[in-house]
Nanobody, 112 residues
């Protein structure tokens, strides 16, 4: 069974930083493409960033230049480094593998 466990969310001031982590188990980590998505109440889940098995990345325009997705194959972990956070970044952030599995989500709140 594929499992994804996110961590690292919390409350942060505008302009601050957080690093989200997602530990993946139950699959060959090096073989999968990964992504981070986010969702706010009443809205659809939206793409934040993706990273392929080869390390190529793509970002949503709304966060480009502020967030960085990376992966550590030795730790079976994908990260989302979030800098220069804005209130509109407030959401539940979900880790995903391209085969269709999701984590439980971690809440990020950006507020003064």
């Amino acid at each position: 069974q594929v499992q994804l466990v996110e961590s690292g969310g919390g409350l942060v001031q505008p302009g601050g930083s957080l690093r989200l982590s997602c530990v993946v188990s139950g699959t060959i980590f090096t073989d999968v493409n990964l992504g981070w998505y986010r969702q706010t109440p009443g809205n659809q889940r939206e793409l934040v960033a993706t990273i392929t098995r080869g390390g190529r990345t793509n970002y949503a325009d709304s966060i480009k230049g502020r967030f960085t997705i990376s992966r550590d194959n030795a730790k079976n972990t994908v990260y989302l480094q979030m800098n220069s956070l804005k209130p509109e970044d407030t959401a539940v952030y979900y880790c995903n593998v391209a085969s269709g599995f999701w984590g439980q989500g971690t809440q990020v709140t950006v507020s003064s």
